[in-house]
């Protein structure tokens, strides 16, 4: 969440398992969030088409996304993305939860979640989530894209940031 979305008054939204029918929507999400469906994290490819996605409704329309995938006994966060007009207002964080329950359903013990070195706003967004860094894949987005490139105020896009937290149980 940017400075301008920030402690922004709760949205009316709710949070629902993703069906066939919401495959367009979750589909220009991913367009306009990364310009792909498919996620390179972990050392891995995941499409999010084909993974399990939450979704936040708002008015009928979707207004987040949390597409998740059990990977190595853990639940892994494979992409999480808010509607700019929906940041701040409790969005991705009700998801998270929804995603947590997910897991402690499945008994998974853990979530985990990448993000960027750049990308000060989700680092922060998911260390007051309880996450917590446990390792550091240097140079990994440098090395796949072949060089550095400018990302979140200029700062060199460069390494690969991992966080997980424990899975609350029911």
């Known amino acids: 969440t940017c400075a301008s979305h920030a402690q922004s008054e709760p949205a009316d939204f709710k949070v629902r398992k993703a069906t066939d029918a919401d495959r367009n929507d979750i589909a220009l999400l991913c367009e306009r969030a990364l310009g792909e469906t498919d996620v390179d994290v ?4 995941f499409d999010v088409l084909s993974g399990v996605n939450l979704i936040a409704e708002a008015n009928g329309a979707l207004v987040g996304l949390l ?27 009700t998801l998270l939860s929804a995603a947590d329950r997910f ?4 008994g998974l013990g853990f979530m985990r ?5 750049d990308d ?4 922060y967004f998911y260390q007051r ?14 090395d796949r894209f072949g060089s550095a490139t400018p990302g979140f105020s ?17």
Request: hydrophobic share 45%; net charge positive; charged share 25%.
């Open 42 to 45: 972990f050392g891995r490819t």
């Open 67 to 93: 597409s998740v995938a059990i990977d190595r006994g853990e639940l892994a966060v494979v992409l999480l993305s808010v509607y700019p007009d929906f940041q701040g207002k409790r969005v991705g964080a």
């Open 103 to 106: 897991a402690a359903k499945r």
């Open 113 to 117: 979640v990448a993000v960027t070195n």
């Open 120 to 123: 000060i706003p989700q680092l």
């Open 129 to 142: 989530h309880g996450f917590a860094i446990y390792e550091a894949a240097v140079g990994e987005i440098a």
């Open 154 to 170: 200029g700062i060199p896009v460069r390494d690969e940031i991992r966080l997980r937290r424990a899975v609350c149980s029911e």
